[in-house]
């Protein structure tokens, strides 16, 4: 996994706005994407992957959109809840890296009640 | 099914003193890895391995030293703690092509070098 050393980015939303957290990517031979929600004081938790043959896939609340063209990647949480603060990162893998993933820098999403 | 199990939850060190942190995981997975956290930062990878006897350096190898000589456990070893060690370690599973290529990661533990 890579990452910088660099502070997290912050997003800030209301309870019941819809949230957008967004990811780049360099490398073009990535071809499976996943997004995580880390809360404070526990383990990364996965939320929701796509393949590169799709460009968005629905969960519950949330929606990944995936734009091969410009490699870039995002998360949709719909309706967010003062639960859905955490950190969220993006990971990747493809290529000769298969199987181990490249973690994207991280956001901290904060909602206000 | 306890999936990855880390510890201690907790610990606090004296500078030049050693310590290993414990993974184990209940799932097969033959891929394994170690990442530290810095407050308020991403993820680093510090080593990583791809089946029992093979591991591999990450991104910030240094300080540190792994083994793995059975799949469910990748211990973690600290000789010689520095300040510059603390942080939050994570350790994490996968088994890639067999559902997908996502990790498990365990809940972590926190170290305070003093």
């Known amino acids: 996994g890579e990452s910088v050393g660099l502070h997290l980015p912050t997003l800030s939303v209301q309870e019941g706005d819809n949230s957008i957290i967004n990811c780049a990517y360099s490398n073009s031979a990535s071809d499976y994407f996943i997004w995580y929600k880390q809360e404070s004081g526990k383990g990364p938790q996965f939320i929701i992957d796509?393949?590169?043959?799709?460009d968005k896939r629905q969960g519950q609340r949330v929606t990944v959109l995936l734009n091969k063209t410009v490699k870039h990647l995002s998360l949709q949480i719909a309706a967010t809840q003062p639960g859905d603060s955490a950190v969220y990162f993006c990971a990747f893998t493809g290529g000769t890296s298969y199987g181990k993933l490249t973690f994207g820098q991280g956001t901290i999403l904060t909602v206000h009640p | 099914n306890a999936g990855v199990t880390q510890t201690p939850k907790f610990r606090i060190l004296k500078i030049g003193q050693s310590m290993t942190l414990q993974c184990t995981q209940d799932m097969n997975h033959n891929y394994m890895y170690w990442y530290r956290q810095d407050p308020g930062m991403g993820l680093k990878l510090i080593y990583y391995?791809?089946?029992?006897?093979?591991?591999d350096k990450g991104e910030v190898p240094n300080g540190y030293n792994v083994s793995r000589s059975t799949t469910e456990d990748f211990p973690l070893r600290l000789e010689l703690a520095a300040p510059s060690q603390t942080s939050v370690y994570f350790c994490?599973?996968?088994?890639?092509?067999?559902?997908?290529?996502?990790?498990?990661f365990g809940s972590g533990t926190r170290l305070t070098v003093v």
């Open positions: 796509i393949r590169s043959n799709m």
């Open positions: 994490a599973s996968s088994s890639p092509g067999r559902t997908n290529y996502g990790y498990t």
């Open positions: 391995s791809v089946g029992a006897g093979i591991t």
